[in-house]
């Protein structure tokens, strides 16, 4: 691409922008990136309404190529699997992958932002806050954006736009205006409240500290993810309309109520639950589909503003990660913009999508499944096959979170292994009782070899 093309701007600075800007600027581009808050390393982030963040394979990758994993990763703190806490106030640790080389990372997203501008300015980006797109000029290549704290205006020429700002995307409403992006929002019918354990009275973690706490109840679920404050930032999830619901769970009182009667271990490691409950927000829980993510060489959407997800794969971030991969390659590789975003969204659409359906399958499993006998029996002969056959049987989870092939990729054979299992434990309730010689021919018979496992 010819040097004065490489000029781009990035609305948006939170995590894909803010990485985005990183990966770019180290290649030589003249990045702007434009935020409608201000500066998080100024006012302090503003939390109530942010999951933690789950950082797995994926997103370690990107960070490496943007030379941010060991600043990141020195506030990670590691989560060796579900920590389930069953309903007569048992617990059990199921591990996610073989061992604690297989884990996923805790990460708070208000750090990471700092950390990724932080970088994205060292590169030689330019971060302007307190910018608001107000409006795009499509013909004449100009964006208007807005300072809101005292309603001034600027415009800005552009040659293209990368829309990083996330699920309620400002420049992919604009893009919707100028072209049929074929947008479509499916709402969960479930949303969310952020409420917090704090540490215990000598300051150290109040609960088992590498793992994420489950509390599965059928139709609703409690998490709590650890924070390197010795916190846990923990999640309830709940339907909108029922018992429980947040049309019957409405005050704090009730909060309280319900923690006593469903969650009665957690209730006494979340000192301000009420205080908590009346001050955050709930967060809503949706996914976002789109036809196209880009118009012609003038714009392109990534993460959350392309594909938003509901969180319970813990693959927002990484998926969004990889997009940033992605596109900075392709507008290398490519010859114009308008064949580095077709390029890119040809490469990103199918694997956004399957994540998306993965995310919604791994709800119900976190929720419903896994305090379940068949399940339990299913994960144990998961781990056994992927003993036998490592280059065929790789675990559902370990494909999406400790390995970086095609998200679309994972999910068929996801689909593949699990009628397998299905089909090897019908009516069966002891692992003893599973035919290992026919279900190993199975395994052959059905499952192409990886040729390449790390990928």
């Not at 789950?54 to 699997?81: D, I, N, S, T």
């Not at 009667?261 to 205080?275: H, K, M, N």
């Not at 280059?391 to 292994?417: I, N």
Request: hydrophobic share 45%.
């Amino acid at each position: 691409m010819t040097p004065e093309r490489r000029h781009i701007a990035i609305v948006g600075a939170g995590l894909a922008g803010a990485l985005l800007a990183i990966l770019l600027a180290r290649k030589g581009w003249r990045v702007e990136v434009y935020e409608k808050r201000g500066d998080p390393r100024v006012r302090g982030y503003t939390g109530g309404r942010s999951i933690n963040l789950a950082l797995a394979e994926r997103g370690r990758h990107a960070l490496q190529q943007a030379g941010a994993e060991a600043a990141v990763m020195a506030h990670a703190v590691m989560m060796r699997g579900r920590m389930v806490h069953f309903a007569d106030g048992s617990q059990q640790l199921q591990r996610y992958g073989r061992d604690d080389s297989e884990v996923i990372w805790s990460v708070h997203r208000g750090d990471l932002n700092v950390t990724l501008l932080d970088l994205a300015e060292r590169a030689g980006a330019a971060v302007h806050f307190d910018r608001r797109l107000d409006g795009v000029d499509f013909d004449a290549r100009s964006a208007r954006f807005v300072d809101d704290r005292d309603d001034s205006a600027s415009v800005v020429p552009f040659r293209a736009l990368v829309g990083a700002d996330g699920a309620g995307s400002a420049l992919r409403a604009a893009m919707q205006r100028e072209a049929d992006l074929g947008e479509r929002i499916e709402p969960l019918d479930h949303s969310y409240k952020e409420l917090e354990i704090p540490p215990a009275p000598g300051g150290d973690f109040r609960i088992e500290p590498n793992a994420l706490h489950i509390w599965p109840r059928g139709d609703y679920m409690c998490i709590a993810l650890p924070n390197d404050e010795r916190t846990f930032t923990v999640t309830l999830f709940m339907p909108n309309h029922g018992d429980p619901g947040f049309d019957t769970v409405r005050t704090p009182a009730d909060a309280h109520a319900l923690f006593a009667r469903d969650f009665a271990d957690a209730l006494p490691l979340i000192p301000d639950l009420e205080t908590d409950w009346a001050r955050n927000p709930a967060g809503m829980l949706a996914t976002l589909y789109l036809d196209r993510w880009h118009l012609d060489d003038r714009a392109v959407l990534i993460g959350d503003a392309a594909h938003a997800m509901v969180p319970f794969h813990g693959q927002g971030m990484n998926c969004a990660f990889e997009d940033c991969v992605a596109l900075a390659e392709r507008l290398e590789a490519e010859a114009s913009p308008a064949e580095a975003f077709a390029a890119f969204a040809a490469e990103r659409r199918p694997n956004a999508a399957a994540i998306q359906h993965m995310a919604l399958e791994n709800y119900r499993e976190m929720r419903d499944r896994v305090d379940d006998a068949d399940y339990l029996l299913q994960r144990q002969l998961e781990l056994e096959l992927q003993q036998r056959h490592p280059d065929r049987f790789v675990p559902h989870y370990s494909m999406v979170s400790f390995m970086r092939m095609p998200y679309a990729v994972a999910l068929e054979r996801s689909h593949l292994q699990r009628d397998i299992l299905e089909r090897a434990t019908r009516g069966v309730g002891d692992a003893a009782d599973v035919d290992r010689a026919a279900l190993d021919a199975e395994v052959e018979r059905r499952l192409p070899r990886l040729c390449d496992s790390s990928a």
